[in-house]
């Protein structure tokens, strides 16, 4: 039999009319609770990270080593002939073997570590990597910074030799002179963190909620070199101050004073794309970076898990 409408009415339970947003939002909340939970990656332990990042580090740093030449000696204020040109690409080499093992493990495992307590005090998984982040460049360029200032000064050309540039900076500045740049290179690399880390880690969570499991290591190798070289390429101007305070002088050999310093003269000699000399070599350089890198991280992760590390 039909009900009046009167009747309807003053029924305790009316049926409730069935719209368009009702139906697709009834549909999206069906879909959600159909959708498998994806399993939380696995923690990493500080050995685990210390042993992953001196892997990545060492992997990167001698592989690209070509491309970083070529990338200070555009940024040299002699030019990039000059600083050398193509001859003597991996002048500098020895240094840069030296550090990147302890430099990059220094940073893994504090990353690692930082990340659970900075979840608590922010509650935000963005905010929590890039205060993690943040904390592990500045320890890693306790040591990071001494083998750039030797590495970057013997691809430009100005020593031959690691023992050549070791001695002859302390001689002249003491223990000071290897971290000339320190704040500079700081400044460098947390705000690349800030971009890079969180750019990894939400690509890497999004594809794996994509797929309905988490990343394999080589989809976690794919993020890292887009997150390399975006993050790489908007921060060449810091960069570029580093290499210039690291070398100490601009052409006329009047020592620069400061990050400021540097970009006022670098704009004075071209405007706003003399900032951003270099941008290719490094853009192209973090982008093989950020898969030979996280690549890296990845698999000896994956192995020393599997083995119970």
Known sequence: ?????????????????????????????????????????????????????????????????PIDTLKTRLQSPHGFFKAGGFRGIYSGLSATALG???????????????????????????????????????????????????????????????????RSLFATEGIGGFYRGFLSTVMREIPFSLIQFPLWEGSKKKWGEAQGRPVSPWQGTICGALSGGFSGAITTPLDLAKTRLMLGADAQGVPYKGVFDVWTKVYQEGGIQKLYTGAGPRTFWLTLGGMFFFGAYEQTRAVLQRAGV
């Open 100 to 166: 990147s093992a302890p430099g990059a493990s220094l940073f893994f495992s504090t990353y690692e570590t930082m990340k659970a307590p900075a979840k608590k005090v922010t509650s935000s998984d963005v905010l929590s990597q890039q205060l993690a982040a943040s904390v592990g460049e500045c320890v890693a360029c306790l040591v990071r910074v001494p083998t750039e200032v030797v590495k970057q000064n013997m691809q430009a050309g100005n020593y031959s030799t690691m023992g050549e540039a070791t």
């Open 1 to 65: 039999p039909r009900i009046s409408n009167a009747a309807a009415a003053s029924s305790p339970n009316p049926p409730l009319p069935t719209t368009p947003t009702h139906t697709r939002t009834h549909a999206a909340r069906n879909l959600k609770a159909a959708m498998p939970e994806i399993e939380a990656p696995k923690p990493t332990s500080f050995t685990c990270a210390l042993v992953s990042g001196a892997s990545a580090g060492l992997f990167v740093d001698i592989a690209l080593f």
